[in-house]
């Protein structure tokens, strides 16, 4: 029989792999809604797609260890006894795995007494003897000793899973010096630290090598182990007990008693709609296609994993009269798609109940559903915001907005929130989206139209609703929706921005990033890459033999905070340029992307992102807002470029001050916090004169900067060495000044224990307003996943109550103006600022709509303080 005609035996080491696909993939990027980590089970599963398409084996099995006790940890107890426990994150996922081996109908194999590398033996040593070619895959270097003429080892590089490296006889040879079966007698003298079997003192690969080169086998070296001189000769006479002892260890057994026989572990069809369901269980939705093609599917078993449970709809092009009479006589909720390019509509598609219409977008058609689009009648999109600009662009006001399913969807699981409706629709629906392959000219599948996408929303939402509790829904349409519409105009509105001011400020950076990387050349006496971590590591710890700094992957840190804590400890003149260049080279960049985001109209239109973070606090994009400097001056001048358009009066500036301590005196009824800010006293005063017992007048500046550290790092679960480290003070101190902190206001203290031991039992945290974040880390064996998730279960409610405030207050201003008929407009959210472009003679009625809506966004026991700024320019409107 040739080569290419024997069949291929495959046969897998199940816990060798999964354990290097858990290290290789992030863990925090595969997790299901109910927290199971799943980035070993999609790395091993990915691996073994590739590996089926490229080998395309007849026959295959995957192995698993039962435990870590075997016959070698009766014959050496300290067998293996160096490895940890298993991650926290990693349990569970083998039983998943083999799950969906079960439904992929891949024999899986284990026996107890024996390793998973013992069952890879016996399988891989009887194809070979009954003609299989056989593939061994596995990240054990001890199944070295199986390759020979008829197995090949497919060994994981240190990458991962990603990618083999294919071991024949010969490859084995030229990596190691010996051929494959006397690897194991070289692992014996070398030892192997991950099986904690400890080889001779002084002898590597090489020496161990040229010793079997020399006496041609183990044991004749062993025997003639009187012979070999130096101090190597002494320290194996010494472990020769340790070498027999790793050679019989590392030894691979080939004749376990096994329920199936190669000829058993032929390939089979998949249960195609079991794979379907336990990938959706896992919440894999790119995997599956990969897995039907790779394992070669029929088409009925593809189009059933495929094809949704309902029928899709097939549009109808109506007139745009007809389209008019038909949403008219619509009952209940619509779903609504809009085809966005270049900002407007282009093509428009609707849905009701098994009911589909679309057509493209045209003055005839704007005219005819403009009625419609502007009324209350209650409409469902995906990621509405977009589609909403586009519509005001075309000149219709959308109105009745009902649901978004990516924003609810965001709601459901703010830590992985789903990007698309096709994501949402494998979550939700346990269905595949029909999607057109962008990357193919000629796409082979023809994606969903609007009008079925919109059909495709409306179910997600029924589906989404079912799972939803009723705070978080109250969330969605009071809260999120709403502040989506005031966020569409926003964007729309822009702001005026100076070129000429940020370039000018531009050009000014990068001559001081040029005189500071001179004056740092000079300093070393030679030129180098200031951005170039290796060329730092060498200039800082090499040239001029600064403390070493915290050990990275590729030396040692040269970040900014890493440095900066240099510079404090070890103060030098380098350092400091190196700090003010970073600085420099920093604002520059940040200010040119300001400048480049610079419309036609001269204004910036930033994008809002409601769902980019877990807090419900919101982001921007092209460009970032939030990341322009506070309150120094080189802040001053980029926000001074930021200017009241043409045709309005001046810019109105208002803050909260203090909201997170305002929300932290509500939430703990701490009645020391509510009374200081019931009174009207400087918080940070009254807290240091309570906890250093003095009087308030008497609190110094340096009390006051110790008091509100701890304030707000207490919100942050900031430890007492946080706190020293923070403030440059003895940890005792830092300890002292909490303790006095919480005999003044034990009510915070309090609260903060049980709003962590109430997220432990609900396994989740929740706003004033219902927004509710999971943390199932919470209960997590792991125990510094477990404390990261408590210090952030403390700040969870604080900071996603202050984030709902701000967005009540926005869409209630956004509201009062419209409903008054203003040309005023809000422009900006920063952080807790907001920004307003006020028309001339408007002032007093902007001034005391945002002070009141501000002010009213929330019932507190603490009034909310709003801080109000005017001026022709953002940092002349600062207060």
Known sequence: MTDSAKPTLLVVDGHSLAYRAFYALPVDNFSTKDGQHTNGIYGFLSMLVNLIKAEKPTHLA?????????????????????????????????????????????????????????????????????????????????????????????????????????????????????????????????????????????????TAVKWLTQFGSLQELLDKADTIKGVVGGNLRDHLDDVRRNRSLNRLLRDVELPLAPADLAVAPIDAQAVREIFARLEFRTLLPRVLEATGADAVATAAATAPAVEMPKPTEPSADEL??????????????????????????????????????????????????????????????????????????????????????????????????????????????????????VPETEGATPAQLAWFGLRVAAAQREEMPDAVARVLTDIELPTLTALSDMELAGVAVSHAQLSEFSGELGARADSLAQSAFAFIGREFNLGSPKQLQEVLFEDLQLPKTRKTKTGYSTDAAVLADLQESHPHPFLDLLLQHREATKLRQIIESLDAAIGEDGRIHTTYVQTGSQTGRLSSTDPNLQNIPVRNEESRRIRAAFQVGAEYETLLTADYSQIEMRIMAHLSEDPGLIEAFNSGEDLHRFVGARVFGVDPADVTPLMRTKVKAMSYGLVYGLSAFGLSKQLRIEQAEAKALMLEYFARFGAVRDYLRSSVEQAKIDGYTETIFGRRRPFPDLSSPNRVLRENAERAALNAPIQGSAADIMKIALFHIHEQFAQ???????????????????????????????????????????????????????DHAAH
């Open 820 to 874: 008054q008929q203003l040309r005023s407009r809000l422009l900006l959210q920063i952080h807790d600022e907001l920004v307003v472009e006020v028309a001339p003679g408007e002032w007093d009625q902007v001034e005391s709509i945002v002070r009141t809506r501000m002010g009213d966004a929330a019932d507190l026991s603490v009034p909310l303080d709003v801080q109000i700024g005017r001026g022709e320019d953002w």
């Open 324 to 441: 008019r009479a038909w949403l008219d006589a619509a009952q209940g909720e619509v779903g609504l798609t809009v085809v966005v390019e270049a900002g407007r509509p282009r093509r428009v598609g609707f849905a009701v109940g098994g009911e589909a219409r679309e057509c493209d977008w045209s003055e005839t058609v704007a005219e005819a559903v403009a009625p419609w689009l502007s009324s209350e009648a209650p409409k469902v999109l995906t990621d509405a915001k977009a589609q909403v600009k586009a519509l005001a662009r075309a000149g219709i006001a959308m109105r009745g907005l009902a649901y978004d399913t990516l924003l609810a969807g965001w709601l459901q699981r703010p830590s992985f929130p789903d990007k698309t409706l096709g994501e949402l629709v494998e979550r939700f629906l346990d269905e595949k989206l029909p999607e057109a392959d962008p990357t193919q000219l």
């Open 62 to 206: 995957v192995a698993f260890d039962t435990s870590r006790h075997s016959f070698r940890t009766r014959e050496y107890t300290e067998y293996k006894a160096n490895r940890a426990e298993s991650p926290a994150e990693f349990k569970g996922q083998i039983p998943l795995l083999q799950e969906c081996l079960a439904a992929m109908s891949i024999a899986v194999l284990a026996k107890e007494d024996f390793e998973a590398d013992d069952i890879l033996a016996t399988l891989a040593t009887q194809g070979a003897e009954q003609g299989f070619e056989v593939l061994v895959c596995s990240g054990d270097r001890d199944t070295i000793q199986l390759v020979d003429e008829n197995i090949t080892l497919l060994y994981p590089n240190v990458q991962g899973v990603s990618q083999l490296k294919r071991y024949d006889r010969q490859a084995v040879i030229d990596r190691y010096g010996v051929p494959p079966e006397q690897y194991p007698d070289v692992a014996a003298l070398v030892g192997e630290t991950s099986d904690n079997l400890p080889g001779v003192p002084k002898v590597g690969e090489k």
